[in-house]
């Protein structure tokens, strides 16, 4: 595993990580709601993983909704990508650099935008 610093992370011991993964500077994970990246996952710089959100209530804006956020093996998130709470990435998927991934994105498949959306298939 590799790590490259800075790394920002809010909690901590709801973050597993797997076997043969690359982590690239300047990362943000948001872990309260439980972030997992299985095994030769790859993670470019200022990658964001959240998985807290907000109610849309103004009465209970103030409190947190934590939804998990799980990395199949070997995926690829490209730079400045942020992966949004409740969301899995599917085995062997890609992420464009700078996409906004709010949905699941399903195995061997190459998603960017924002939202995100399925470009291919690998």
Partial sequence: MAIFTPIYIN???NLKIGKNVFINFDCTFLDLGGITIEDDVLIGPKVSLVTENHPLNPEHRKGLICKPILIKR?????ANATILAGVTIGENAVVAGGAVVSKDVPDNTVVG???A???KQI
């Fill in 117 to 119: 959306k399925i470009i």
């Fill in 113 to 115: 935008g924002v939202p």
């Fill in 74 to 78: 070997n995926v690829w998130i490209g």
């Fill in 11 to 13: 909690y901590g011991k």
